[in-house]
């Protein structure tokens, strides 16, 4: 379905305050042959990002302690995790949402609810524009 | 006695104006010479006769042809008695003739002057000569050595109102003269006797305070000559009665004083434009004295960009025309700028000929100012009324504000969060040369003690204490007035406009007035918007959330259902598989429906948009009829797709998506089994056309046009119970519309309708969008 060869070493960070989403991208991504670190909220995926510079993350936007954003803003203000590609998920439908993803230096984002073929095709364009 | 008869009847030949006076005069020469010649004859002297006859021609001629005569009368009387004294025979009668020509030809020559000297006065003092010689008349009176009247003429009884015969032997100087020159009369009349000079006899003395003898004051010119006769003396006095040249005088000066002392600006100037006189009240509305603008051209009021005023009134003047209240501006010698009101008139010299403007300039810069502030305010009150945004125009106010004060500088400021600072968002300066830039730049902060004045506020920065923020940067600049007009909503003064100029200028009430007028549109025009902006604000917030709430469960029911099928799938039964797809058909069903909710909100609230990106319209289409088409299946429509490849373009493939599912799906619903839907996209001038037809139930004509109002459900839906909201075409109405496209209806009831869209077809934006995203998510595309 999804991933060349190399998925499987490659760790993919995905960060959602609602669990049952959360386990939903999760078991898609893992499906697909890739390796996943989990987050509940924005302070943990920013925690993890800086501890295991993950090749890809996805984030929710609205979660509690900091919103997907400002994880972003605060990786692209690291030297190890400024080029680190990072996928938006919303379930917002206001345009300056997204239009606001994109400044704060996100590669893309995707709403809710969201084909889970897309997504994967997403993330390994973005992983081989790297 | 009868000498001086004859004295004062050949004296008077000037007053004698008509030819019987004269040939009366005549006659009594004629007859005196006629007797002075048998008294001679009779003494029997020929050389006497001689001087006498030659005499006699010279003084007739004296009579017609008046002064020019008498001065030669005078030289042939002393060359006769000159004659007669070196033959030795001076007699009586000689010395008779002497006696009687030297006084005649004194006193005519004294009147010959005394008409070239009113003559000359009256040209100088621009009074009509002809008129003045009307009014002039010359009484005699003579007087002994006591001073008391022997004589008189018709004048002078005239003049001072004494009949002759009352008024000889009275005292002339007591009854006919104010006491000083009673007094000269007197004390030289005493010098002549005593044998001494009198220098104040023989001379004309001006403005001699005279009275009637009703008490009436008289002012006169006279002149007194003294003549011995015989052993005594007599004093012949010639009295002008110059009451009527002064009253002529007096109003010429009350006309020039009311003129000089006008508050009117009168003056002229000659075709040259050279200024010819200039009185108080043009000294005070030009700033120029007399002094300083006679002589010299009127240009030097006239501000540089109106060069062609002066010839305009000119020109008009020169035609022999009048201008009234011509409005025009001046420049006063401190550089100010007048608003005047003109009225100019041609002057003519005494030929007729047109040789000045005289004008008259009032200042009507209160008047033009008031104006200003009117128009002012409506400006202002119309761009605040157009304005989506009045914070918008703030700057756009201050301008107009400053335009119609006329003052030269203004800055907008803004109080910045905290409550003590106000940083400086815009500043204005009035264009022109002199005019003083705004001694604060855009980001300016000023920290202030408190906070920032809440109330409009007129005051001098250089004063002490002043409350103007700034006041000692803006009195430094010499900026000597400010006017403080904050905006202030619900006690809280969010910022302000201030006004300066250089002039240090008292309250001005109606400026004041039309500044707080403007300040309190622009408050609550504000006000409002902050009230509307901030319940935008919430509701905005509250459909974020909504949406996110709703959204975020109907994420996972879906996702879950899908991942139910896609790895669970092989161990449900046949049955069980359907019943998943009911759950996740009717999820999405619920998804779309919160969409075009949320769409609907923001139509109302003109927040919807689109994010185009590059998409092929084709593409789009051919999705939705892929996932219309199980639907149409399902309901037993025939649904057929004609596509035209239209190449990349510019758009929103959401949202287009959506305009192709809802036409679809709503062609679908209304077509009855066995019916036909057909899609068609083609190219046409430059616009993609899309067209949904179906023989479906159709739509009564009178009810098409309310088609695509907000939850407007056809009459020929409700009655066949179908379901729907009627979001549907309003939201593709808002679609397309956001594309610059149109959307059209054309339908026969019972027969079918047809949807038709027209889009312009834009080049992709040239921005690329992520590659991902080039591809329109099938979320929504799915039925």
């Known amino acids: 379905m999804a991933g060349d060869g190399d998925a499987g070493r490659e760790l993919i960070l995905v960060a959602d305050d609602d669990e049952d989403i959360l386990n939903l991208v999760c078991f898609r991504l893992e499906q697909a042959g890739w390796e996943v670190a989990r987050a509940a909220d924005g302070a943990e995926a920013a925690a993890i990002a800086n501890e295991r510079r993950p090749a890809l993350c996805v984030f929710d936007v609205q979660m509690p302690e900091m919103t997907g954003y400002q994880v972003v803003e605060k990786m692209r203000a690291d030297d190890g995790l400024k080029e680190t590609p990072v996928i938006l998920l919303t379930a917002s439908v206001q345009e300056r949402d997204m239009a606001k993803g994109f400044e704060v230096g996100a590669d893309d984002y995707m709403r809710k609810p969201f084909d889970p073929n897309e997504l994967l095709s997403r993330i390994e364009a973005l992983l081989r524009r790297r | 006695m009868y000498y001086t008869v004859t004295v004062r009847e050949t004296f008077d030949p000037i007053a004698a104006k008509t030819r019987r006076q004269r040939a009366q005069i005549a006659v009594i020469i004629i007859v005196l010479f006629a007797a002075i010649l048998v008294l001679r004859l009779s003494l029997a002297d020929p050389q006497a006769s001689v001087g006498l006859l030659y005499g006699l021609p010279v003084s007739i001629a004296a009579l017609y042809f008046r002064t020019r005569i008498a001065v030669a009368s005078a030289v042939l009387a002393v060359g006769l008695v000159g004659v007669a004294a070196l033959d030795g025979k001076t007699e009586a009668w000689t010395l008779l003739l002497a006696a009687v020509f030297i006084p005649y030809a004194l006193m005519a020559n004294l009147v010959a002057d005394r008409m070239r000297r009113v003559a000359t006065t009256s040209h100088e003092a621009e009074v009509n000569l002809a008129e003045l010689i009307e009014t002039v008349r010359e009484s005699y009176v003579r007087v002994d050595v006591r001073g008391r009247i022997v004589d008189l003429n018709e004048d002078a009884e005239e003049l001072f109102g004494w009949a002759r015969d009352e008024a000889l032997g009275i005292h002339f100087a007591d009854a006919m003269l104010a006491a000083e020159p009673a007094d000269e009369l007197r004390r030289n009349i005493a010098l002549v006797l005593a044998g001494e000079p009198a220098p104040w006899f023989r ?24 003549l011995r006769e015989g052993s005594g003396w007599r004093f012949n006095i010639f009295i002008f009665d110059i009451s009527e040249r002064a009253r002529t005088w007096q109003e010429h000066a009350r006309m020039a004083a009311i003129v000089q002392f006008s508050a009117d600006a009168i003056f002229s100037y000659n075709l040259h434009g050279k200024v010819t006189s200039w009185n108080y009240g043009a000294e005070r509305l030009y700033g120029y004295t007399a002094e300083e603008m006679i002589g010299n051209s009127i240009s030097m009021i006239v501000p540089p960009d109106r060069p062609t005023d002066i010839e305009w009134i000119l020109s008009r003047i020169r035609n022999g025309n009048r201008i009234e209240d011509f409005e025009t501006m001046r420049t006063t010698k401190r550089g100010r700028l ?6 100019a008139s041609p002057v003519r010299d005494q030929n007729g000929d047109i040789v000045e403007a005289a004008l008259v300039a009032r200042d009507v810069s209160e008047r033009k100012r008031q104006d200003r502030y009117r128009q002012g305010q409506h400006s202002a009150t119309r761009v605040l009324a157009e304005a989506a945004d009045p914070a918008e125009v703030i700057g756009e106010l201050l301008a107009i504000l400053g335009d119609s004060v006329g003052w030269p500088c203004g800055a907008i400021w803004y109080r910045d969060g905290e409550d003590t600072r106000l940083r400086c968002v815009d500043i204005w300066t009035r264009p022109g040369v002199d005019s003083p830039s705004c001694p604060f730049e855009r980001g300016t902060a000023l920290d202030l003690d408190g906070p920032p004045p809440p109330e409009l506020i007129w005051d001098h920065p250089a004063d002490e204490g002043s409350p103007i923020p700034g006041a000692t940067v ?16 619900e006690g809280t003064t969010l910022g302000a406009v201030e006004l300066m100029t250089r002039r240090r200028l008292e309250r001005d009430e109606p400026m004041i007035m039309m500044t707080s007028a403007v300040s309190s549109l622009l408050t609550e025009l504000m006000r409002r918007r902050h009230a509307e902006s901030e319940a935008e604000r919430l509701k905005d917030e509250f459909f974020g959330m909504v949406s996110h709430e709703m959204r975020t469960p109907l994420t996972s029911i879906i996702g879950y259902a ?28 619920e998804m779309r429906l919160v969409g075009d909710l949320l769409a609907l909100v923001r139509i109302e609230a003109g927040t919807f948009s689109v994010e185009p990106e590059s998409i092929e319209l084709t593409e789009v289409a051919r999705q939705a009829a892929d996932a219309a088409a199980p639907r149409a299946e399902q309901q037993k429509v025939t649904l057929t797709a004609s596509l035209e490849p239209l190449g990349v373009n510019s758009g929103d493939p959401h949202r287009l998506g959506q305009v192709f599912d809802n036409l679809l799906s709503n062609a679908i619903k209304f077509t009855p089994d066995g019916g036909r839907v057909d899609l068609r996209v083609a190219r046409q001038d430059g616009a993609a056309i899309v067209e949904v037809s179906d023989s479906g139930i159709g739509i009564p004509e009178a009810e098409q046009k309310r088609l695509f109002d907000r939850l407007y459900r056809a009459s020929s839906a409700t009655d066949r119970h179908i379901p729907g909201l009627g979001l549907g075409l309003t939201i593709v109405r808002a679609i397309v519309e956001a594309h610059g496209g149109t959307v059209s209806v054309e339908s026969i009831e019972g027969e079918g309708t047809t ?4 889009l312009p077809l834009r080049p992709p934006p040239s921005k690329p969008t992520s590659e991902p995203g080039a591809q329109p998510s099938t979320v929504e595309a799915t039925l």
């Open chain 2, 203 to 226: 001379q004309w003395h001006d403005e001699i305070e005279a009275r009637r003898r009703n008490g009436d004051p008289l002012t006169v010119e006279f002149l007194v000559a003294p």
């Open chain 2, 338 to 343: 007048v608003d005047v009101a003109l009225t």
């Open chain 2, 474 to 489: 803006t009195a430094e600049a010499g900026l000597q007035t400010v006017l403080w007009v904050p905006v202030t909503i």
């Open chain 2, 562 to 589: 899908e991942l139910l099928a896609d790895f669970e799938g092989e161990n449900l039964s046949e049955q069980g598989r359907g019943f998943l797809g009911v759950i996740e058909r009717n999820a999405r069903r």
């Open chain 2, 755 to 758: 949807f038709r869209v027209e």
